[in-house]
């Protein structure tokens, strides 16, 4: 699929670094803050596809005119850690708090 109305949108890539036993952050609970206001949330998740597993990677895109501005993570041991993002920020990775 494409989407062919849309140009110049901002995308940002979120890379979790869990601790020993799951060190991709399955099940973590991510949340975008968008300079709009906005927000989005996506999880990490493992094995919906078919002889294939989703990779670990999460991304999030805004027009061109917004960014994200801060990253909150909510980790499956239940602990919760908050990064703030720098305007030139495209790929971020986050370790989880021991």
Known sequence: ??????????????????????????????????????????????GSGYLSQNPPTLSFATKPSDKVTEISVSWP???????EISEDSSIIEIKQPE
């Open 1 to 46: 699929f494409t989407n062919d109305n849309v140009t110049g949108n901002r995308i940002i890539s979120v890379n979790l670094k869990g601790n020993a036993g799951n060190t991709t952050g399955i099940g973590a609970l991510v949340t975008a803050k968008i300079s709009d206001g906005s927000v989005r949330v996506a999880e990490v998740y493992s």
């Open 77 to 83: 041991n239940g602990k919760e850690s908050v990064t």
